[in-house]
């Protein structure tokens, strides 16, 4: 083939992925909650309750150390490294449908990770870290286009302020994508714990909502890389 007939197939590739990088960071969330209303609307075929099912995990897999709280929010549902909680909102709390039984297997799942290693500790450090330093982002690209049109003797100065900004931005870009492999963890973790309790094709269903939240993940990290476009909704760099 001609070298401008691979040029032409790379663009349209590259044309292909990026539609598809677009389509992640603008749909993810609305796939998602499309799935989430189906799998919440399905009872899991099983004679456990889900109350039973978070007390069951937390005695036998994660030796009763784990607090088991409610969210004031009736939507939210999270893992507290520091205080070692399990916070279940009233719905899921209430509810033995398929999306119940996977929230809680994936917050167990955290916890789990928790007690087998630094993981959810170290991507804490790195939070509070880009959190503190996230207010400079701005600032320093700010300056850093100041000082180079006041000419070459700020240059060197406005490279700096440039590298602070840059370093920020793949800061943020390093967290995001840790947090992705931290996710698909505590779903497999999940994954397993429902095996145990659900038929093969419950914990298909409970795969199906896991994969669609986790992809919530790198529709956000999509957005932070191509906020530069105006294509994609915009993001906060750092987030809990």
Not at 232 to 237: L, N
């Amino acid at each position: 083939m001609s070298k401008e007939l691979w040029i032409l197939i790379g663009v349209v590739i590259a044309i292909v992925v990026f539609s598809i990088i677009l389509s992640i960071a603008s749909f993810s969330s609305e796939r998602f909650m499309q799935i989430y209303t189906k799998a919440n609307s399905t009872p899991a075929k099983t004679d456990l309750n889900i109350l039973d099912f978070v007390h069951n995990l937390n005695h036998f897999k994660l030796n009763g150390k784990i607090k088991i709280a409610q969210t004031e929010n009736d939507v939210e549902n999270f893992y507290v490294s520091k205080t070692k909680t399990v916070a279940l909102s009233r719905e899921t709390l209430t509810s033995n449908s398929i999306a119940s039984f996977s929230i809680v297997a994936h917050e167990m799942g955290h916890a789990l990770q928790d007690k087998e290693g630094n993981k959810l500790k170290s991507l804490n450090v790195l939070r509070r870290l880009g959190n503190f330093i996230g207010y400079l982002f701005l600032p320093a690209l700010l300056a850093g286009i100041v000082l180079l049109i006041l000419g070459n003797d700020y240059f060197f100065y406005s490279i700096i302020s440039f590298a602070i900004g840059g370093g920020i931005f793949l800061l943020a870009v390093l967290i995001k994508a840790i947090t992705i492999g931290i996710e698909k963890d505590a779903s497999n973790k999940g994954l397993k714990f429902l095996e145990e309790i659900l038929d093969a094709n419950d914990v298909r269903e409970c795969r199906k909502l896991l994969n669609a939240a986790r992809l919530t993940y790198w529709g956000d990290l999509f957005r932070l890389l191509f906020s530069w476009t105006f294509l994609t909704r915009k993001t906060k760099m750092f987030r809990n």
